[in-house]
């Protein structure tokens, strides 16, 4: 079946980055793009921005902008997210989604970020 | 960027109760809206695409309506698996936004 499967938990001291990978399995990898959605403890559900995995064009949120990479690497049908300069309010739980026809119907599990000094 | 509300924040049911849950746009979005179904310690799941088509696999108890600015989601008979935090989610523009959630707790 259709599947994300992301990396494992992450602890990191504020200042470093983090990157979060999601590996899709079960279907044409670049027929639809990724989404990264973040959830910090407690809170509501955060769009982080998308990337095509037919070219690699991406969108960003703005209040990421310039903190935030995305990146796809086909041959592995692997998505990328690096996030840089970490802060106390970067602790969430990062997921990946596969955008179809404007709507995320398939998540990754979701990978734990915690940045602490 | 559009703003998503919810109501209520919070409510409590019983099994077999019919529950409705309010998302509200702060601009008309058409019919771009989508709601997800989230458990503890889960990623969020499809449950309705573009105001009123269920996704695949999801018990027609669930039902959308709405368009505009208004819309609504319905569980018409309560099930113990439904007990779960529910999310709209706009699709009409970038960013896409998500309203705050709201809890379904068991009364």
């Known amino acids: 079946q259709d599947q994300l499967v992301q990396s494992g938990v992450e602890v990191k001291k504020p200042g470093a980055s983090v990157k979060v990978s999601c590996k899709a399995s079960?279907?044409?990898?670049?027929?639809?793009?990724i989404s990264w959605v973040r959830q910090a403890p407690g809170q509501g559900l955060e769009w982080m921005g998308w990337?095509?995995?037919?070219?690699?064009?991406?969108l960003y949120a703005q209040n990421l902008q310039g903190r935030v990479t995305l990146t796809i690497d086909t041959s592995t049908s692997t998505a990328d997210m690096e996030l840089r300069s970490l802060r106390s309010d970067d602790t969430a739980v990062y997921y990946c989604?596969?955008?179809?026809?404007?709507?995320?119907?398939?998540w990754g599990q979701g990978t734990t970020v915690i940045v602490s000094s | 960027d559009i703003q998503m509300t919810q109501s209520p924040p919070s409510l409590s049911a019983s099994v077999g109760d019919r529950v409705s849950i309010t998302c509200r746009a702060s601009?008309?979005?058409?019919?771009?809206l989508n709601w997800y179904q989230q458990k503890p310690g889960k990623a969020p799941k499809l449950l309705i695409s573009?105001?009123?088509s269920l996704h695949t696999g999801v018990p027609s108890r669930f039902s959308g309506s709405g368009s505009g600015t208004e819309f609504t989601l319905t569980i018409s008979s309560l099930q113990p698996e439904d007990f779960a935090t529910y999310y709209c989610?706009?699709?009409?523009?970038?960013?896409?936004?998500f309203g705050q959630g709201t809890k379904v707790e068991i009364k």
């Open positions: 601009q008309s979005i058409a019919f771009y």
């Open positions: 989610q706009q699709s009409y523009t970038t960013p896409p936004t």
């Open positions: 573009t105001a009123s």
């Open positions: 079960g279907y044409t990898f670049t027929k639809f793009g």
């Open positions: 990337i095509s995995a037919r070219n690699g064009n991406t």
């Open positions: 989604a596969r955008r179809r026809s404007d709507t995320l119907d398939v």
